[in-house]
Each structure stands twice: as C-alpha cells, then as structure tokens.
C-alpha cells in the first residue's frame, strides 16, 4: 500500500485477508454505533477467528544476542574506541555506549514510504566544530501561533526568514529544502550507524526524540534569526494542547505567504478542530466532546502516564540497538496524530507532514515541534527530571550551524533552553485540570483469551477486536512510595508492521462489553500510532503503557489481572508480539 491513506481505506483495514487466521476464538464486536455508522464493513463482517498464530520471530534473546554478537563485532573491529573491555565477561551489556554521530561521508538515500528513494543528504564537509553553549543574548520567547496572528511586525519579520530560507540554493544548508532533508536522513535511513552498517541512525520510536528535535529547531531558528538579523526572533508554537490552538493556525492558511504549504489535508482547515487522537479517519464527534477529549489526552500523557522516564522520553537507545524500541508518550500522541492529521491525504505518502522525509517542507511542523519541545520544559517546570545515564547525555548529533559550520552537538547540551536563549510564553494550561473520569461499567468485557493462554496464542495478527486477560505481578495494594518508585506498566510487546504504512489501534483496560469508552474515560489507556517512513523495512517495536494511576481510578489495584483490549482503527494488521504487565523503576 503506497499511500498512508488510500481512498479505500477501510477496506484494507476492516476486511483484513483471513487466510493466517487459524483460531477459533471470537468476540462480540463491541462497536458503538457512531462506530458502525462510519464503519459499515465491522457490522456486516462474518465473526472470524481474531487471534492468529504468526510466525514465532519475536525472541527477546535472539535480540539481545543479536546485539551482542554486533557489540563483540565492533570491540574486535575497535571501531572508534567506543568500548572498553575490562569487566566485559561479568556483564557484556554494560558496555552499552551512546549512539555515535552519522559520518556525513556514508550518508546513502533515505527511503520514501512509497518504495522510492530519496537524495537526502547535507553537503559534505571534513570540518567538524564541537557545539559550544552560546554566550548569554537576548532571551527569544516563542510565542504561541494564535497571539502572533494579530502582530504584523513578528509576522512580517517570520514571513521574510521563510521567504530568504526558501530563496537558498538548494545545496545551502541553511535552505528550507536543506532543513527538510536534515529530518529525512535522520528518520529515514539515510544514515548508517558507525560501527554497526547493518543498522540506521534513528532519532523517533526512542528516548533521542526529544533532545535531537530541540536541537533541530535550535539550529533551525537561529538560522533564521541570522537571515533576518534580528537575535530576538523566535519561532511561534502551535499551541495543540489549549482549545484555542486545537486548529491549524491561521497564519499558515494565507496561501499568499511563505508560511503556507499547498500539501495539507483539505478537510482539515480551520474552523476544523484537531484531533489529538486522529487516526487517519475522520469522525462526528462533536467539538465540545473533542476539546474534552483532547483535553483528557494531554492530561494522561503528561500527568498520568508520565511517571517514568521511559514512558515520558521513551526506550533506552544505544550503539547497536536496532531502531525503534519504543517512543515516549507524547512522541506517540499526540505527535504522531497532529502529523498525520496535517498531511495531504491525496498525495502519496501524506506529504508534507504525513511523512517524515517531507514533513519539514512545511514551515508548520517546525511550530508543530516547538509545541512539544514545550512539553518537555512543562515537564521540567512541573517537577519531571531527565535521563541520568550517559548513554543518552553523550548522544551526538551533526547539525549545520547559521554559519554553514558542521556542529557536533551532545544531548547534554539541549537540556535546558534558556541556556540555548529561549523560552516559552505562559499561557494557561488548560490540561493540568481534565482527569479522566472511570466508567467502571458493570458489564465488563470478558477476555477471549486468558493470561494462561497469551503466551501460546501470540504473536498474532491484530485484524479485529480482542480482549485478552492479563496478570498482574501482584495484587497487592502498593503504598505511594512504592509507587513513587516503580510503575506499574502494561507491556505490548513486539509490534511489527511495515514501516511504510500508517497504523493506528487503541487500548482499553477493563472496560465496557457493548460499548468502547470515550477519549476522556480512564478506561482508556492509550493508542499506537505509527506515521509511514521507510518502505520495505519491518518495523518492530513496544508499547508501553502507565497504569498505576489507571488501576486507582478503576479501582483495580487488588486485581489478579486486567482485562486488555485492542481496538484496530487503522493499517493492514500489525502483529502483536504478547502481553505482559510490569514493575518499572521510574528513573
Ligand atoms: Cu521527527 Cu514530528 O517528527
């Protein structure tokens, strides 16, 4: 499938190809009926098998073999000098070393979702300066998009840096079309790891994701600044997470300006509210209920289920590690739905922002990522803390400068942005305040497969419905400071798909037999979603979900299991590796 989002969609979704279905298993569909009106093809399907047996390629050993072999391969190579050897006998992983810079020099062509390939490579340089904090200047505050559509002077200095970084040669890295390629080789394959050729440089689907996008705008806007020679300018966010921004700002819609993008979805300008959730269709929800929505979304990712740092940055990601071991909450939503939603659905691969090799040829995204920079610093102002281990704080990235200078900046440097010069303008945080409220319905769902039976049912292809049991480690009530310290995480393990396709599924906990709960209900535990990339690579990662405040709310906390159910809403069928619930530590 070569487009994210084909005109006939739902057939490839909801109709999947039951030939790998070898289970008996069947469950009630449980759609509402604002579910049926848009879906016909659910009500009308035969009950099939839901669970299928897929192949067994999910070995968590195999993996860490696998990386082990390529640790040992790159020790006996001595390539760079990044592991020690002492001590490597008692425990070979603790050689993990922080992902190594790309070499310019490998850069190859990044691939398109649709199959093709992309030139996206920066021009070659052999200078490489290291990033230095920049001296104290004047402070520039990045102001949300909706307060800047009444001020001419900003918008008048920001229309003129797109216009100047738009009249670039093409081969300047300081060029909108540059800065567009800078995000494609990084996210799709255009970098081999050193070290490790068989793998790529991936900065999404991991804990890298917010440091190198920080880093990218840094860049970004002080090219900007420099063009325009104006050291106060500040690019704008797009302030997703407060009704008043639920809507593609207007001073992107003017087509008549450089901040105006031709490929975004037709149905999606304003008054079109957004959808924190989206999934690559459309519903009738109204917008009181979605502003609720959403509203309760922005609340779970950055209050609920931010209590860890692997569930808030995302999955450890070191030299050797395959690509895509699991993003961060927000990364996954509403991140991944904002792009998806922007995106021309008439063009290929959802360009621009549908994918990630076009995405920054719209000036929206670098608005669109300012917002969930943003998130990280309202996560730092509200208490939340950053990774500690050096793996991650010696990360490095390439990064051209104002200057045309080649930077080799460390994630370390991009935790604080007032010492990169900027901040964020206040504004209300209207979030802070929409808890989820739990329908504890009566009539709970029951699982059609028991915690018993997971390990033999899965993996399995997601194609309907399904509602599985899980165990808990232990149903015994914790105490806050045991949950200060651990959280209790349920675990949805070896997602595959092709990278190239768009997917979406939501999960549920112990919720309602007849009817899914709503967006602002605890019952709902989040979704996957994936943007299309890389054509003609699996992708394989995790989900993990924060449930300890979900299980108060539910007031499960004394259960043996949970009731789990995954809701298919978009793509072909992933398949789901297994199920498990577990104890993290939350640093
Ligand atoms: Cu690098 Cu919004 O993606």
Not at 11 to 17: D, G, K, L, R
Not at 346 to 361: H, I, K, L, V, W
Not at 509 to 531: I, L, P, Q, T, Y
């Amino acid at each position: 499938m070569a487009s994210p989002l084909p005109p006939s969609c739902t057939a490839t979704i909801f109709c999947p190809n039951t030939s790998l279905m070898t289970s008996n298993t069947s469950v009630t569909p449980f759609f509402t009926k604002k579910f049926k009106s848009q879906k016909p093809s659910l009500v009308i399907r035969p009950k099939q098998g839901i669970v299928c047996k897929a192949t067994n390629n999910n070995d968590q050993n195999k993996d860490a073999v696998g990386k082990l072999d390529r640790r040992n391969m790159l020790i006996g190579l001595g390539a760079g000098g990044l592991y020690g050897t002492a001590g490597l006998e008692t425990n070979p992983f603790a050689f993990a070393a922080p992902v190594p810079p790309p070499d310019l020099a490998t850069c190859g062509p990044a691939d398109k979702p649709d199959g093709t390939t992309i030139d996206c490579c920066p021009p070659k340089t052999t200078t490489i300066i290291d990033f230095k904090l920049p001296d104290p200047g004047p402070m520039r505050t990045r102001l949300a998009a909706q307060n800047v559509a009444k001020d001419p002077v900003y918008l008048a200095k920001y229309k003129k840096a797109i216009e100047l970084m738009r009249a670039l040669p093409d081969d300047d890295p300081r060029s909108l079309a540059q800065q567009a390629m800078v995000h494609c080789s990084y996210c799709d394959g255009g970098y081999p790891m050193a070290g490790f050729s068989d793998l790529e440089i991936q900065v999404h689907f991991c804990w890298l994701f917010y440091p190198w996008h920080r880093l990218y705008l840094y860049f970004y806007e002080k090219i900007m600044c420099k063009l325009i020679d104006d050291p106060t300018f500040a690019l704008p966010f797009w302030n997703w997470d407060a009704p008043a921004g639920m809507y593609i700002p207007s001073i992107f819609t003017d087509t008549t300006s450089s901040l105006y993008d031709q490929y975004r979805n037709a149905a999606h300008q304003p008054p079109k509210l957004l959808d924190l959730n989206y999934g690559g269709t459309d519903d009738d929800t109204d917008d009181k209920t979605r502003i609720r929505e959403n509203l309760t979304t922005m609340y779970q990712q950055m209050i609920s289920k931010a209590t860890s740092h692997r569930l808030f940055f995302g999955e450890p990601y070191s030299a050797g590690d395959e690509p895509n071991p699991g993003a961060g909450n927000i990364e996954s939503i509403p991140h991944n739905n904002i792009h998806l939603w922007t995106g021309d659905p008439t063009q290929t691969n959802g360009e621009d922002m549908g994918a990630f090799y076009s995405a920054g040829r719209d000036p929206i995204f670098y608005s669109h990522h300012a917002n969930v920079d943003r998130m990280w610093s309202i996560y730092k102002a509200r208490g939340g803390t950053d990774i500690t281990k050096k793996d991650w704080l010696d990360t490095e990235f390439l990064f051209y400068d104002e200057n045309k200078n080649l930077v080799r900046v460390k994630v370390r440097d991009s935790l604080d942005e007032s010492k990169l010069g900027y901040k964020y303008q206040d504004v209300e945080i209207p979030w802070l305040n929409s808890k989820p409220t739990a329908r504890k319905s009566k009539n709970k769902r029951k699982a059609a497969v028991s915690s018993a039976d997971l390990t033999s049912k899965f993996p399995a292809t997601l194609s309907e419905t399904i509602s599985v049991e899980v165990a808990r480690p232990s149903a015994a009530k914790r105490t806050t400071a045991e949950k200060t310290k651990e959280e209790e995480v349920l675990v949805i393990s070896g997602i595959e798909f092709a990278g190239s396709e768009m997917l979406k599924f939501d999960v549920y906990v112990n919720d309602d037999a007849d009817e899914v709960s709503g967006k602002d209900k605890a019952e709902f535990a989040g979704s996957f979603v994936h943007v299309p990339h890389r054509a003609n690579k699996k992708i394989k990662t995790n989900l993990r979900l924060g449930i300890t405040n979900l299980l108060t709310d539910l007031g499960a906390e004394e259960d043996n299991s949970v009731v789990v159910t995954l809701v298919p809403k978009f793509g072909k069928g992933a398949i789901i590796g297994g199920f498990k619930i577990e104890l993290i530590s939350t640093t």
